[in-house]
């Protein structure tokens, strides 16, 4: 059985690619795979950026497999739920940037999975929604409401609606949409762009941003404040702000 799950790193940049072509659906062992590799970058010092993306050209991942769900009890069924969202919550907290390189057709619980990255960047083919009403499965709407306004959420959901990279890109979701070729030099610019930066300050940056996701701007401040003198504190952002003040001397 081919491996579901493809990784290599260059330059601190660690690629996962899901390797379930045609469409990439997420089975539970590529679920369960997701989850164990995203914990273990996470860890890894010397990763500073991930660009996750799918094989092929036709998806970056259309969802879960319906074959799956139409024999699915509801234990089975809560114990898939159950490793989807612990998958999509390993990616979102993992403690560096992630760049989803969106080949495809995003679609379900591969949209969701788009959501849980940090950058989001599109070729041109590829396209996004929530189809799960045309069969009759749970929608995983929240992960969209990152995506989207509350309202343009609700009418993709109740009706099925797909969007291409370009009408994604109207909401400022997209970073950019640009052909299926350049889709990976793009991310990989970005990513190298990101990597030359200071990993701790990144991944202070990125542990800041996932604590105070929910909170208002009153409530953040108390949160903030204790990053802010962890920064003060880092040889790195103390070496950076030296010379920043030299070159403007």
Sequence with gaps: MPELLNTKVEEHIAIVKLNNPPLNLLALQLVNEMTAEFSRLSDDELVRVIILTGAGERAFCAGGDLRFAATATPESLEIAVKACRAMFNTIHDCAIPVIAAINGYALGAGLALAASCDILMASKQAVFGLPEVNTGTWPMFKYLARLVPELKMRRMVYSGQRLT?????????????????????????????????????????????????????????????????????????????????????
């Design 165 to 249: 990279a370009q009408e994604m890109q109207l909401f400022g979701s997209i970073e950019c949409v640009v052909n299926q070729e350049e889709l990976m030099p793009t991310a990989m610019q970005l990513a190298r762009e990101i990597a030359e930066k200071s990993s701790f300050i990144v991944r202070l940056y990125k542990k800041a941003f996932n604590s105070t996701e929910y909170l208002g701007v009153q409530e953040s401040l108390s949160v903030e404040l204790e990053y802010i003198h962890q920064l003060l504190e880092l040889h790195d952002a103390q070496k950076i702000r030296q010379s920043f003040l030299d070159k403007g001397a």
